[in-house]
Nanobody, 122 residues
Framework: QVQLVESGGGLVQPGGSLRLSCAASGSIFNIYVMGWYRQAPGKQRELVATITRGGNTNYADSVKGRFTISRDNAKNTVWLQMNSLKPEDTAVYYC????????????????WGQGTQVTVSL
């Protein structure tokens, strides 16, 4: 069984910074793409950023230049550094991973964390 555990959300003022972490554990053979998604109230879940095992990154236009995704393959961990936060960044942030488990070696892209709330407000 594979688990993703997130941490690092909270309340921050506009212009502030937060760093989210997500650690994968369990019966992992290999982790391919890791990423962050977010869902604001009344809106659909949207991609924030992704990173491949080799370090190639992809960002939503709304966060380019403000957010940075990184990962440590040895620790099965991905981070999201969020700077210059805006009220419109307020959402529940979810970690996602594309993982092959060690039991079946089958690859699935639908592993999700439990979500962490990020609120940007005065």
């Amino acid at each position: 069984q594979v688990q993703l555990v997130e941490s690092g959300g909270g309340l921050v003022q506009p212009g502030g910074s937060l760093r989210l972490s997500c650690a994968a554990s369990g019966s992992i053979f290999n982790i391919y793409v890791m990423g962050w998604y977010r869902q604001a109230p009344g809106k659909q879940r949207e991609l924030v950023a992704t990173i491949t095992r080799g370090g190639n990154t992809n960002y939503a236009d709304s966060v380019k230049g403000r957010f940075t995704i990184s990962r440590d393959n040895a620790k099965n961990t991905v981070w999201l550094q969020m700077n210059s936060l805006k009220p419109e960044d307020t959402a529940v942030y979810y970690c996602n991973a594309d993982i092959a488990d060690i039991v079946t070696l089958s690859r699935r892209g639908d592993y999700w964390g439990q979500g962490t709330q990020v609120t940007v407000s005065l």
